[in-house]
C-alpha cells in the first residue's frame, strides 16, 4: 500500500462503494463497478472500471490507486492479474450477517474511521436484534428465496439469515451456508414438497417473471402459488453483502412476509 490510510482507492463491488459513502470517505473512491450505484450519484461521480468478474486492469492502474477492494473468489482472476502489476488488494469474503458487520468495521479501520465504522455496524445489529425480539413469538411463513432460475438456486447465507430476522423460516436454509451457487441448486420437486407460503425471487440482472415462476409444472399448489405470493426483490439491494441489505432490502423481505406484529416505522433503518 502506497499511503495509510489510502487516499486512493479502487471498489470493485458495490457493499464497499456504499459503506465508504455512509462513512463519509467517497473522496477517497477514485474507481468503481459498473454494478454500483448507491447511492444515486455514484455513477456519475466516479469512473467505471470493472465488471464483477472482469476488470479493465490497464484503467485501474492509470488511476493509481493505493488499494483495490475485490469479492469472493470470482474475482480471483482479477485479483492475480493487479497482484501481478504490483497492485495492493484486499480481498473480502463475507458470507453472512456477521461477515457483513465485520467488513464495515475492517473497512473503516482501513480509513481510519474506526469509530464511525463501529456506530454504522453497532446500529445495524441493534436494528436485527429489535425485529428478532418483535418476531420471536410469531408463527413463522416458509419462503422460499430463488438466487436464479435456470437452474434453480436458493439463497446464500446472509438472505437466509434477514428472512430469519423478519419473521419467516428461509425453507433451504440447510443449503444457505453453501457459498457457492452450485452447491445450492435445488430441484422443482424440492420446492413442491417444501410448500413455501411466499415466494421471494431475485435473478442478478434478469427481471423477475412471477407469471413464469406460477406457470412451473406442479407449482399449482404450493401455497405461494395459490395465493399470489411470488415477490421480486432487485439484486442491488438483497444479493451485495453490505448495507443494502441490511437496509432496503430486509425492509423487502419485511413487506413481502407482511408480518402483522412489525411496526414499519419502527423498525425502518435511518441513516
Not at 436484534?129 to 447465507?157: A, C, N, T
Amino acid at each position: 500500500m502506497r499511503t495509510f490510510p489510502p487516499e486512493r482507492i479502487v471498489c470493485l463491488t458495490e457493499e464497499t462503494v456504499e459503506t465508504l459513502y455512509l462513512l463519509g470517505q467517497q473522496a477517497r473512491i477514485v474507481g468503481v463497478t459498473g454494478f454500483a450505484v448507491r447511492p444515486a450519484g455514484v455513477r456519475s461521480e466516479k469512473p467505471r472500471v470493472a465488471a464483477f468478474t472482469s476488470a479493465d486492469i490497464p484503467k485501474i492502474m492509470a488511476l493509481k490507486p493505493d488499494v483495490v477492494l475485490t469479492f469472493s473468489d470470482l474475482q480471483a482472476d482479477i485479483v492475480a492479474a493487479l497482484l501481478r502489476e504490483g497492485m495492493t488488494v484486499v480481498a473480502y469474503n463475507q458470507r453472512d450477517l456477521a461477515g457483513i458487520m465485520a467488513m464495515i468495521r475492517q473497512l473503516g479501520a482501513l480509513v481510519g474511521c474506526t469509530e464511525q465504522a463501529e456506530e454504522l455496524a453497532s446500529g445495524y445489529e441493534m436494528r436485527l436484534q429489535h425485529l428478532r425480539s418483535q418476531v420471536k413469538d410469531q408463527g413463522r411463513l416458509k419462503v422460499y428465496f430463488e438466487e436464479w432460475d435456470e437452474p434453480m438456486i436458493s439463497g446464500i447465507h446472509w438472505v437466509s439469515e434477514l428472512i430469519e430476522v423478519a419473521g419467516g423460516v428461509d425453507v433451504f436454509a440447510n443449503l444457505a451456508c453453501e457459498s457457492k451457487a452450485k452447491d445450492r441448486i435445488v430441484q422443482s420437486a424440492d420446492v413442491i414438497a417444501a410448500m413455501p407460503d411466499v415466494i421471494i425471487a431475485s435473478w442478478c440482472g434478469k427481471k423477475v417473471r412471477p407469471e413464469k415462476i406460477a406457470a412451473r409444472p406442479g407449482w399449482d399448489v404450493i401455497p405461494a402459488v395459490v395465493e399470489g405470493r411470488i415477490v421480486e426483490i432487485k439484486s442491488p439491494l438483497i444479493l451485495q453483502p453490505g448495507p443494502a441489505a441490511l437496509t432496503d432490502g430486509l425492509d423487502e423481505i419485511i413487506t413481502a412476509l407482511d408480518i402483522g406484529c412489525l411496526n414499519r416505522n419502527e423498525v425502518r433503518f435511518v441513516e
